[in-house]
């Protein structure tokens, strides 16, 4: 009898405890969708994190660069309800987005210090501070990653934006209960 309620107590305890962990966790699943008389596929990532999903959207424009759409959800009584990108986060998202707002702005003075790159970068002041609403965000392997476009014509694509990604122990304080 004893024997059992110990065996019972170490099962509770590895169940309780990777349920506590696993909240933490993304969980990914990206799957490739052929699209007739296009070589390439669609990719579509969908990641779950706590009661949240994002979809990210891969689609190949006719040279086999990909251009991708982003969609957030709130899970509610087993149910995927589309939020908005600011819903993602708590009363201190003003903090969140301006160190956003600051990488942004690095990323974008770094670049246009190459000479060969002034032909394709707008002012700085045309293009910032960016919003929630025009961030993309998703989730992906441990991290939440907020991209962003310039908005830049497709002969200056590679100059078009970057990542920022934050480790969930780093975002944590900004995300909605």
Not at 46 to 61: Q, R
């Amino acid at each position: 009898m004893k024997m059992c309620k110990i065996t019972f107590l170490g099962w509770f305890i590895l169940v309780f405890t990777n349920a506590i962990f696993s909240q933490n966790k993304i969980n990914c699943i990206e799957k490739e969708q052929k699209v007739l008389g296009n070589e390439d596929p669609v990719i579509i990532k969908t990641c779950t994190f706590k009661n949240y999903k994002s979809i990210k959207t891969g689609e190949a424009d006719y040279k086999g660069r990909y251009s991708y759409s982003y969609k957030l959800f709130k899970m509610v009584n087993g149910k995927s309800l589309p939020i908005s990108n600011a819903q993602l986060f708590n009363d201190k998202k003003g903090q969140l987005l301006s160190i956003i707002n600051t990488k942004i702005e690095a990323f974008y003075n770094d670049i246009s210090k190459s000479p060969e790159n002034a032909d394709c970068l707008p002012d700085l002041e045309y293009i910032m501070p960016y919003s929630f609403e025009k961030l993309n965000i998703s989730f992906d392997n441990e991290v939440i990653e907020f991209s962003y476009s310039f908005d830049l014509s497709s002969a200056c694509m590679s100059l078009d934006g970057d990542i920022i990604s934050f480790k969930i122990a780093e975002i944590e304080p900004y995300l909605a209960k």
